[in-house]
């Protein structure tokens, strides 16, 4: 996925969650939106490097929106709604190779209660589907990538979902994308959310398949590269 053109700054602070006071390098003061509703622990720090896009959008009442920050030497796409985007892009080119051999691709599908799947995965002459739900990872602990980086409510709900999936015979798979440069293991942050944890354990013991993946970001893309194991 191509960026947009990026204005690159300093944070002076994220506050509401969704609101972030950056100071551009030209010297000019703005507050961008934050499309991250998670902690974002390990990926911002006041006076840390960031890139912003403008959008000039009459129905957006914030013209700039974050995209990525900088930790150290590595690159953070904090924008979380990239993730399934670039999955699609992923599954479309090959480079997802355990999501190759179906004949649609549907983003955002209504399915169990009140949720949407992110990606639906179908053949014309089989009933059943592969439920694919994405989920961001920016978060680092000490010397691993994990997930979650606060408690997750919706995600477990999420995890079950995917369970009911399973037991209908349908394919469900939980995949993980890596939006940092890090090159660490991944795991789940017990620590963080026990309940997602316990949940987890539960579902792919019931069908649920993990997949994880780690991407490429500059300042020109982000693209899904390479598998990643989960520990």
């Known amino acids: 996925m191509k960026f947009e053109k990026l204005y690159e700054g300093k944070l002076i602070k994220r506050y509401k969650r969704f609101l972030a006071d950056i100071k551009l390098n030209n010297g000019e003061e703005i507050t961008a ?89 179908e053949n014309e002459n089989s009933d059943k589907k592969c439920y694919v739900e994405v989920k961001s990872v920016s978060l680092k602990l000490n010397d691993t990538l994990a997930f979650p980086d606060a408690v997750t409510t919706r995600g477990t709900k999420h995890l079950n979902e995917l369970r009911d999936m399973a037991k209908q015979g349908h394919r469900a798979v939980m995949l993980y994308v890596i939006q940092r440069t890090d090159n660490e293991n991944f795991r789940l942050a017990k620590e963080i959310d026990l309940k997602y944890y316990e949940t987890f354990q539960e579902v792919i013991k019931d069908g649920v398949e993990v997949i994880v993946y780690q991407s490429n970001i500059n300042f020109n893309e982000i693209y899904i590269s390479k598998r990643k194991e989960i520990i």
């Open 33 to 121: 939106h934050v499309p991250n509703s998670g902690a974002m622990t390990s990926c911002i720090e006041e006076n840390c490097p960031v890139w912003v896009t403008f959008h000039d959008n009459p129905k957006r009442k914030l013209k700039y929106t974050l995209e990525l920050t900088k930790m150290g030497e590595n690159l953070i796409c904090t924008n979380t709604g990239v993730a399934n985007k670039i999955a699609i892009e992923a599954i479309k080119n090959g480079t997802i190779k355990e999501l190759q051999g179906y004949d649609s691709l549907k983003p955002e599908q209504k399915y169990g209660q009140n949720s949407r799947i992110d990606i639906l995965l």
